[in-house]
């Protein structure tokens, strides 16, 4: 895709047509070192969100509503490092769109729904988190893997119809981005009553329910460990519900972590594209946006530290233990 110029000339998108956008000067060092990291980035994220994918797919011991939400979000992450990723990389190093005004759209929709469905998913885990440790009794009758199937399936309708509506309304049919910029960019201007809705709709509130039952859900495990530890001094061994209480709970504050995390990584690209009178630099809005992406090769990891059966499930498939008979029986709990 490069084209090979004197130095001292100016390399464009599309050479032979006169709108086309300047592109972006790098020596051939430059250019191997960025694909090869970009495709690392793409392949790391892309496997340890499968692995995490077969194990809750294959092993029927996992096949629990929390861990069925894990599976959403894994998938969500898997088609970042699939498609967002490669396609995102491409464009930052060659610094030219070049597939075309209808892939723009279509990529700007994909790449909404992924991450606003990321986002959504760690929600309705911190509410499976919220009732499993704060009503226990509760959870078991009403939190059902059928019931967790139906909103996660929900939760995926929901992004695609919004974003879909977002994009649509504000790239196929506004067409001042392409009188304004060059041939072979991919921008995406949108009105600033679609922005506060997006800023709503996609961050802020999602937000202020993960912090809000996150704050519960601490205050409630730390209560409820204070009991077991009296339990432990009066008696010498741990009744079931007790045991099960400790394990929601560390639970709860692996998935904290992963909810943590994720802010961390969101909350400065919203606050910076809030306000719209504020120029923000390419290179900071660049960093920004693959701090991003590269959260979804983050919490794979996390489950490895923290999660036993995820460690014991990898270990199975790497050694093809998988394709044993009766494979799927083995309790990695």
Partial sequence: MAYETEDHETQYCFPAINSSCIKTKRSSHEYNIMY??????????VFLNLLVIISVS?????????????????????????IVIPV????????????????????LIIMAVLLS?????????????????????????????????????LCWFYSTAFNTALVTNNYYLNSSHRTHGCYGECTFVYSFAWRIADEMVSIFLPCIVLITLYLRIFYIA????????????????????SVKRKSESKAALTLGIIVVIHLLCWLP???????????VPVPVINTM??????????NPVVYALF???FRKSVKHILTLNIFRPSSSLINNH
């Fill in 36 to 45: 090869v990291f970009f495709s690392l980035l793409s392949v790391w994220t």
């Fill in 307 to 309: 999660y036993p059966w």
């Fill in 88 to 107: 995102e990389a491409i464009q930052l190093i060659e610094a030219c769109w070049y597939f075309g005004d209808i892939f723009c759209g279509l990529f």
């Fill in 117 to 153: 469905t990321t986002l959504n998913n760690l929600g309705i885990i911190a509410v499976d988190r919220f009732l499993a440790v704060c009503y226990p009794l509760q959870y078991e009758r009403t939190v059902t893997t059928t019931k967790t199937f139906i909103i996660i399936c």
């Fill in 269 to 279: 690209v919203y606050i910076c594209f809030l306000p719209a009178s504020i120029e």
């Fill in 58 to 82: 294959h092993y029927k011991k996992l096949h629990t509503p929390s861990n069925m939400l894990i599976l959403s979000l894994a998938l969500s992450d898997l088609l970042i490092g699939l």
């Fill in 289 to 298: 946006l693959w701090t991003v992406y590269c959260n979804s090769g983050l």
């Fill in 222 to 241: 730390k209560q409820q460990v204070k009991v077991i530890n009296s339990l432990i001094k009066r008696e010498k061994h741990l009744t079931t519900n």
